[in-house]
């Protein structure tokens, strides 16, 4: 081993005029720019006011609702000059496994407290089947997903938690409707105290956003208050007025496990695919269980949906899981309630495993899917995620180039990928 002699240190008065230097940025630091940010800061709320007013806001609620308001910088999905932007899910390096967010040990122990309310609050769901058209399995497994049914504490103040997703997120339009909806609340007469919300200002056992609160929240056991936090019938009934409001369709289901074939694999997953039952069966998909389709099965429309590629269960997914989706715009959030809800009405274990898909690096997928794009193939977009059409996109990659077709983003395919990319390359 060569030895090399340490670096001579800086000298002394050059280090001196470091720390000087070092000094004045922090005094100016300390000083003026967090003046300057107040100032912008107050800017933005007086901003608001015209907003606020106009929406019935009185000034009096405006001016006790933002006075002393202070960004909370430790939120997700923030835009922050010299700092990297934090994803909404915390999926900054890995992607998170299916497996995991679909783990089948939580997904049967939210399942039997489920059978447990369901029988507790019988009545008040037959009710809401009844005015609403949502099935109980269905509400209870919002529930379940939402707060693991009111076990959930939330830990944010649902003003300071969309304000400043309003003034500093990524999302700033949407969060400043919500920032307003959430003053219209406390004008109401909704106490602050009571206002706790999720990271992103979701509200109650049924996890409301403001702007939603208006729009669905219900008043089912008729005291004169809609109280999406203590009252039990009052969340369940907001929760499937706001799956009505967005479409549900009453007396159906949200989709079926099937078993992929070689003629529909997993490469036809996703929305861009959709097509009559009929038609998959044509391709040879059957239902898991082993249950034959029924005509009136056969005549709905359904796409594909096989979160964890090649290596866990494949769905056919009909108009139901597209109304969950909207409740949370997330595939593996609407697979959870959709398989939430039919074991709780008694059924619903997988009958394929998952499989050993575990996390994936952000950086290798957004390759795969830069090379995928130069290619010709249908990426959406560059984003690192092991979305539905990825999925798609990988599998008809697979298959044009004689691949085991597992639509999943492993380190063979990006080999391939790789490769093939350098044998197209002009160089
Ligand atoms: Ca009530």
Redesign the pocket.
């Known amino acids: 081993m060569i030895h090399r002699p340490d670096p001579s240190p800086p000298k002394r008065n050059n280090r001196l005029a470091a720390l000087i230097v070092l000094g004045m940025g922090l005094i100016a630091a300390a000083f003026a720019s967090p003046a300057a940010a107040d100032a912008k800061l107050d800017a933005w709320i007086e901003g608001l006011w015209p907003e606020a007013q106009a929406a019935g806001v009185s000034r009096a609620t405006f001016d006790k609702a933002l006075r002393g308001f202070t960004p909370d910088l430790k939120l997700p999905d923030l835009e922050i000059a010299g700092r990297p932007s934090n994803d909404a899910r915390g999926q900054a390096e890995f992607t998170r496994a299916p497996s995991e967010y679909l783990d089948r040990a939580y997904l049967m122990r939210l399942a039997a407290t489920g059978k447990d309310l369901a029988a507790k609050h019988k009545a008040t769901l037959a009710r809401i089947e009844q005015e609403l058209g949502v099935d109980r399995y269905s509400v209870l497994a919002i529930w379940g997903r939402e707060t693991a049914f009111g076990h959930h504490k939330l830990p944010h103040d649902a003003i300071n938690v969309v304000a400043t997703q309003a003034y500093l997120g990524r999302r700033k339009e949407m969060f400043r409707t919500e920032l307003i909806a959430a003053l219209k609340m406390l004008e109401s007469g909704v106490p602050r105290s009571l206002m706790r919300a999720s990271w992103a200002g979701a509200m109650g056992l049924t996890q409301f956003m403001p702007s939603e609160y208006f729009k669905h929240a219900h008043?089912?056991?008729?005291?004169g208050?809609?109280?999406i936090w203590n009252?039990i019938p009052?969340a369940l009934a907001s929760a499937a007025s706001q799956l009505k409001g967005k479409g549900w369709v009453a007396g159906q289901t949200w989709g079926y496990e099937v078993k992929l074939t070689r003629e529909a694999d997993c490469g036809y997953e996703g929305p861009t695919q959709e097509r009559p039952i009929a038609e998959w069966a044509k391709l040879g998909l059957k239902r898991a269980n082993g249950k034959p389709w029924t005509d009136a099965q056969l005549a709905l429309s359904a796409y594909m949906m096989s979160p964890a590629g090649g290596y866990g269960p494949s769905f056919l997914v009909l108009e139901n899981y597209k109304v969950i989706r909207r409740y949370n715009m997330s595939d593996l959030y609407a697979v959870f309630v959709g398989n939430l809800a039919d074991r709780i009405a008694g059924g619903g274990d997988f009958v394929t495993p998952w499989g050993g898909t575990g996390p994936q690096k952000t950086r290798n997928i957004e390759e795969i899917q830069e090379r995928l794009m130069a290619l010709g193939y249908d990426v959406e977009k560059i984003d690192g995620k092991v979305g539905s059409n990825t999925r798609k996109v990988i599998g008809q990659y697979e298959r044009a180039n004689n691949l085991k077709v597992d639509c999943w983003p492993s380190d063979a395919v990006l080999d391939h990928v790789r490769k093939t990319a350098s044998r197209e390359s002009p160089r």
Request: glycine fraction near 10%; charged fraction near 60%; aromatic fraction near 0%.
């Open positions: 008043d089912l056991d008729g005291d208050k809609t109280d009252s009052d």
